[in-house]
């Protein structure tokens, strides 16, 4: 059994989440690899980029993925398009329509000025910096469906008090995708106070 686990916007392997599903996936035998999917070019991330790392990693064997965040957004988005090599998903309050609410978050005279500059200067957590990206990111994202069509089984976990990615965009996921179970956690975006809730339901979802 291998596992992905695809990190969030601006972060990195060394977030505290991807440390802590691979650590419990590891004491488990489970082999749990988590690739940096920016690959080292923040600059020029974007969601197809990202997803030829994924590919990449996955290396055409069969896979469960765990995505936090944007990186949720990315395994459902694997996952509809390799219906065969995707087994399950674990998804932690997944920025479902990404390229629609991305933008959107962004006053209009700053979206217009980071399109017209091309870059824009982002609070990268995994860096503890600022760093420049470009807006090709806006560009690529809209090509990209709000809610992929995944039909695989898939347990999402989403907190009641996110601010960064409303629960409502989960729950309207799987009022459509029967073979998704919502947890709504009483908890915010990060879902860090509640790793123990996670990781047991986690662990009954894989089998371990």
Known sequence: ?????????ASSPASSKAR???AKLTECGVECVVPALDGGDFENLTISGQLRILEEEANGQPVHLVGSSLGGYLSA???????DQVQSLILLAP???????YPGELKPEDLA???AAGTRKIFHYGHEREMDLRYT?????????????????ALIFHGRSD???????????????????????????????????LWRESKAFFGL
């Open 137 to 153: 990111l806006v560009e690529d994202a809209a090509q990209y469906a709000d809610y992929p069509d995944f039909q695989q089984p």
């Open 95 to 101: 920025a479902f329509c990404f390229g629609s609410r």
């Open 1 to 9: 059994m291998k596992v992905i686990y695809c990190h969030g916007f």
């Open 77 to 83: 988005l694997y996952a509809a398009a390799h219906p």
């Open 163 to 197: 601010d960064v990615v409303p629960s409502f965009l989960s729950e309207r996921f799987v009022a459509k995708h029967p073979n998704a179970t919502l947890r709504i956690l009483e908890s915010d975006h990060q879902l860090t106070d509640v790793t123990d809730i």
């Open 113 to 115: 000025a980071w399109k």
């Open 20 to 22: 802590f599903f691979a």
